[in-house]
């Protein structure tokens, strides 16, 4: 199966600091979505960008479908940015959310 | 409702035991998921409802587990014979229909298993 894997694993921030979350995936995929999981466990959807830049606030995603990796960027970082961020794709081809996630980039934002 | 509702939100059960977890989706979307998160990994899918059909149930890892939408709406997963094992954050997931195209997965907050 298609493989995902996201750095850093770890990334401890002081609030207002500007960050950046890479996830690099095997092959060709037509659905990636970032998610945000915060301490109390509830996924948040951030962004579905199978491909393109997309921007929310604070937060961007930029993929690049052809050398397969998306970047996920926070900019003057919050204590409630805090938690595990996860990218998650599914193949070309494919349809229907069959996700296969990332082992998650934890981030820990100090005040 | 204006999301994913899972119940119960935790449930501790005897090796051995059979439960069930139910889940609401978002009003409209047809498309049902659940999935298994383990304690520092990523969710892992584990079933896909288009409708009243399961349209894949490729990530079920046994055949003690089974899940259901008789109509369309809610769904429930069955796990029978219960192991340690089995202990996870049992997610569930829904979307607007697939189709042709795919769309923002939404989910719940889970509902915590532990086996004992």
């Known amino acids: 199966g298609i493989q995902v894997e996201q750095s850093p694993p770890d990334l401890i921030l002081q609030e207002g600091a500007n960050s950046t979350l890479r996830c690099n995936f095997s092959?060709?995929?037509?659905?990636l979505q970032w998610f945000h999981q915060n301490p109390w466990g509830q996924l948040i959807n951030l962004f579905y960008?199978?491909?393109g830049t997309k921007q929310n606030g604070r937060l961007s995603a930029t993929t690049v479908a052809t050398e397969r990796y998306s970047l996920l960027y926070i900019s003057s970082s919050q204590t409630t940015d805090s938690g595990v961020y996860f990218c998650?794709?599914?193949?070309?081809?494919?349809?229907?959310?069959?996700?296969?996630f990332g082992g998650g980039t934890r981030v820990l934002v100090k005040p | 409702g204006a999301g994913v509702s899972q119940t119960p939100s935790n449930k501790v059960t005897e090796k051995g035991k059979y439960v069930e977890l139910r889940c609401d989706p978002i009003?409209?979307?047809?498309?049902l998921y659940w999935y298994r998160q383990s304690l520092g990994q990523g969710p892992e899918f584990l079933i896909y409802?288009?409708?009243?059909?399961?349209?894949?149930d490729s990530g079920l890892p046994n055949d003690r587990f089974f899940a259901v939408r008789p109509e369309g709406s809610v769904s429930t997963l069955k796990i029978q014979r219960t192991e340690r094992g089995d202990s996870a954050v049992y997610l569930c997931?829904?979307?607007?229909?697939?189709?042709?195209?795919?769309?923002?997965?939404?989910f719940g907050n889970g509902t915590r298993l532990t086996v004992t």
């Open positions: 997931a829904s979307s607007l229909s697939p189709a042709n195209y795919n769309s923002p997965l939404h």
């Open positions: 960008i199978p491909s």
């Open positions: 009003s409209g979307h047809t498309a």
């Open positions: 998650a794709v599914e193949r070309l081809k494919a349809a229907g959310n069959k996700l296969t």
């Open positions: 092959d060709s995929v037509n659905n």
């Open positions: 409802f288009q409708g009243t059909g399961a349209a894949d």
